[in-house]
């Protein structure tokens, strides 16, 4: 079992910068690839940026490819997610996900553990 609690959304202004964060508790940290999921209103949730678990291996959604940056901490049992250009098409509810496969998978089934998402909202 693995707790996720994802924290730093907010508000910001198109442009701006935020850095989430998720925290992890349970089972090993390092066991499990990370991703970062989001969900704007009335669209399906997507994968914006995921992990492998060392780290080494990433991830990145086209939209957000050279703007956002995703993370981990192993020995803070941490994951981030530094998004940079904001854009008001990134206003969703982000959430942190860990899947026990080795590699990060794309699809949302794929992930066993999830957070309860953190908004984040780009006003323009």
């Known amino acids: 079992q693995v707790q996720l609690v994802e924290s730093g959304g907010g508000l910001v202004q198109a442009g701006g910068s935020l850095r989430l964060s998720c925290a992890a508790s349970g089972r090993t940290f390092s066991s499990y690839a990370m991703g970062w999921f989001r969900q704007a209103p009335g669209k399906e949730r997507e994968l914006v940026a995921a992990?492998?678990?060392?780290?080494?291996?990433?991830y990145y959604a086209d939209s957000v490819k050279g703007r956002f940056a995703i993370s981990r901490d192993n020995a803070k049992n941490t994951l981030y997610l530094q998004m940079n250009s904001l854009k008001p098409e990134d206003t969703a509810v982000y959430y942190c996900?860990?899947?026990?496969?080795?590699?990060?998978?794309?699809?949302?089934?794929?992930?066993?553990?999830w957070g309860q998402g953190t908004q984040v909202t780009v006003s323009s």
């Open positions: 992990i492998r678990r060392s780290g080494v291996y990433t």
């Open positions: 996900a860990a899947s026990s496969r080795v590699a990060p998978p794309p699809l949302q089934k794929e992930y066993d553990y």
